[in-house]
């Protein structure tokens, strides 16, 4: 399979009132079209709307109310206000008249600029070269993730129990993250950063497709050329419902990304009413 860049994947045309998209497949983790994938290519058609003064994507929160398929596609953006910091825009996607996707993007002019003051440390992970890269199969071969093929990820060997059958079940999940088409992060690639694979379930022994609800991702400054360090955690799994939170640090140690998120998840047949680490 050709392998797209990233520019490519999220590409839109304006016609008249809306944008028109062609998602990409490869974007896509068990057959279904990966979430911050989808919220990446609705922040490209809305940047693209906002004109220079506010050129990147700095708070995004979306909604999946049916899971898109690949192909054709159109993305309906709505602006709410633009002042002299920021711009906000609504935007749908959808797919044969039905909305599939809605989110709320604020626009802004992000900076490379360190923080003025940070309570988070970097994620402390080894080395690339000792963290096996994921491949484009999910852990026991259940599903293919063909995502896989155009995020270079390499988890920290010392959080993959789950492969063996024999989860931490701390809720944790880290590893470093290219683009393989070799292109830096940018504030939009971000989005997919933010969104990580596999689901943090997995290392709760609850393995399998976990279909994000909702999603809001903070984008707080230019990445740094180079990988990212990511970091998932979970806090509580209730009534087939589990969170994410989702930390990225560029290679200057930067927090350049956050993300939370809800997502479902199946239950085993039986468990105790309450479990913890």
């Known amino acids: 399979m050709h392998m797209g860049t990233f520019r490519e994947a999220v590409s839109v045309v304006r016609r008249g009132d809306v944008y ?35 050129p990147h994507p700095s708070v995004v929160s979306g909604v999946f109310a049916a899971a898109p398929v690949p192909g054709p596609a159109e993305i309906h953006v709505e602006p709410l206000r633009t002042g002299r910091s920021a711009t906000q825009v609504r935007a749908r996607l959808t797919q044969d008249g039905s909305v599939r996707v809605e989110a709320l993007i604020t626009l802004e002019r992000l900076e490379e600029a360190g923080p003025w003051w940070s309570g988070l440390e970097p994620v402390d992970l080894p080395e690339e070269r000792y963290c096996p890269r994921t491949p484009p199969v999910a852990p026991g071969g259940a599903f293919p993730v063909p995502l896989m093929e155009v995020v270079e990820q390499r988890l920290d060997p010392g959080r993959l129990g789950f492969l063996s059958g024999s989860p931490s079940r701390r809720g944790v999940i880290a590893g470093w993250h290219r683009l393989a088409d070799g292109s830096d992060w940018d504030p939009l690639s971000l989005l997919v950063a933010l969104d990580p694979v596999p689901s943090v379930g997995f290392d709760l022994d609850l393995p399998g497709w976990a279909p994000t609800i909702q999603m809001s991702a903070y984008i707080r400054r230019v990445p740094a050329p180079g990988p990212l360090r990511v970091r998932t955690q979970a806090a509580d799994v209730t009534n087939g419902r589990l969170d994410e939170t989702v930390y990225a640090w560029d290679g200057e140690d930067r927090l350049v990304g956050q993300a939370t998120q809800l997502a479902a998840v199946r239950m085993p047949a039986s468990t105790p009413a309450a479990r913890s680490r």
């Not at 998602?23 to 979430?35: A, E, F, I, M, R």
């Open 20 to 54: 028109e998209a062609d998602l990409d497949p490869q974007w896509s983790v068990g057959g279904k079209l990966h979430g911050g994938y989808l919220l990446a290519v609705m922040g490209r058609a809305v940047c693209d709307g906002a004109g220079d003064g506010h």
